[in-house]
């Protein structure tokens, strides 16, 4: 915790900019704008019960899955504050197939592009459950001054330069990292402002929460159903039976195991030969997190999630994240049984 003085996001991004010394203040005007624009999105989400914002929109994403109001809100929001931030020239995003540039004069010579899934969680959103935000920032590869290009967007993970997400729970809570451990900030909905309320959060190396959807069960590889068993064993040694939690939002579940500890599985399945979850926007800026907390994310087969070299904008990678041991224990069992 922060201590009795409040520190405001912006505050803190302010503060970090002079820890780099050839920092030019791009990088900050980009997450304070990613700052405003969650603060918007905070406010519809949270009055979403209240008016006419639910329900399908009718169009259908580029994943075939019908999209909800309030994913075209927050894909809308989030665009348009990184556009305005003239620092951002051009974004992936899961609602949108192909990448979005800006290509007035000031964006094209940005020198960041961004990754986002501007609403995860969204079957949730009819229901009341905790939903979020994920966004990857990385400098672009092609010249300054020209429009971005799809291969600004298929870079490795370990190439990101920030990474967060945003969680609209029972508080709204922005967590990010640069690359020098995991900070978080809660919303304080009375000054409108982030403030600073997680520093340096780092995960357990051990924890007691396993979360998967095991409606998929009989569809798992023979070692996550091993793993599986595993987490529901007594054993007094190692704190066992763990706890199954699952939200199905991702941010939510991550979120919830990178404060108490846990494993959060998405395993590739009969019918989804790569997982469910998307590299780019989803796996690659939590696994940054994961990391710079002390966690490890890797695809289940002995590959860390930030060195996968993507190929599609929309591609998909079986996902394990997590307390460090728990996910080598995983690991160690999916390669014994398969
Ligand atoms: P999105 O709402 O952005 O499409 O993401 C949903 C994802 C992720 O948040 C969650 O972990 C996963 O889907 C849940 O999938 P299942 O319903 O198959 O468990
Ligand atoms: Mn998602
Ligand atoms: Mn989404």
Same mark, same amino acid.
């Given at each position: 915790m922060s201590g009795n003085r409040l520190v405001t996001l912006n505050e803190f991004i302010i503060e970090k900019q002079s820890q780099f010394p050839y920092a030019k203040g791009e990088l900050s005007r980009l997450l304070s704008h990613i700052g405003i624009a969650a603060k918007i999105v905070h406010r519809e989400v949270n009055k979403a019960g209240l008016v006419d914002i639910l329900g399908e929109v009718g169009a259908v994403n580029v994943q075939g899955e019908s999209q909800k109001k309030l994913d075209v809100f927050a894909d809308e929001q989030f665009i348009g504050a990184l556009k305005g931030s003239s620092e951002c020239c051009g974004i992936a995003s899961e609602e949108n197939q192909d990448i979005v540039t800006f290509d007035d004069d000031l964006a094209k010579n940005g020198r960041y592009i961004v990754t986002i899934d501007p609403l995860d969680g969204s079957s949730n959103i009819d229901v009341n459950v905790s939903i979020g935000t994920i966004f990857a920032i990385f400098?672009? !590869?092609?010249?300054?001054?020209?429009?971005?290009?799809?291969?600004?967007f298929l870079q490795e993970g370990n190439r990101q330069v920030a990474a967060g997400y *945003? &969680?609209?729970?029972?508080? /709204?809570?922005? !967590?990010? /990292?640069?690359?020098? %451990?995991?900070? %978080? +900030?809660? #919303?304080?909905?009375? *000054?409108?402002? +982030?403030? #600073?309320?997680?520093? #340096? &959060?780092? /995960?357990?190396?051990? %924890?007691? &929460?396993?979360? *998967?959807?095991? %409606?998929?069960?009989i569809k798992f590889p023979k070692g996550v159903k091993k793993y599986i068993k595993y987490c529901q064993e007594n054993d007094k040694q190692t704190d066992r039976p763990y706890s199954s939690r699952y939200i199905g939002s991702l941010v939510a579940d991550f979120h919830r195991n990178l404060l108490k500890g846990g494993i959060f599985l998405y395993p590739i399945t009969e019918n989804n030969p790569n997982g469910k979850l998307r590299l780019l926007y989803e796996c690659n800026p939590i696994a940054f997190l994961a990391e710079q907390a002390g966690g490890k994310a890797t695809d289940g087969r002995g590959n860390r999630i930030l060195d996968i070299k993507p190929e599609a904008l929309h591609q998909r990678v079986p996902f394990y994240v997590g307390s460090r041991n728990m996910v080598d224990k995983a690991e160690e069992m999916i390669s014994i049984y398969e």
């Open positions: 400098r672009r !590869v092609t010249p300054i001054g020209h429009k971005a290009e799809e291969i600004d *945003i &969680i609209y729970g029972s508080s /709204t809570m922005l !967590v990010y /990292t640069t690359g020098r %451990g995991v900070n %978080g +900030f809660t #919303l304080d909905p009375s *000054i409108g402002e +982030f403030c #600073l309320s997680h520093r #340096l &959060i780092k /995960t357990p190396e051990t %924890g007691e &929460i396993y979360s *998967i959807n095991e %409606g998929n069960y």
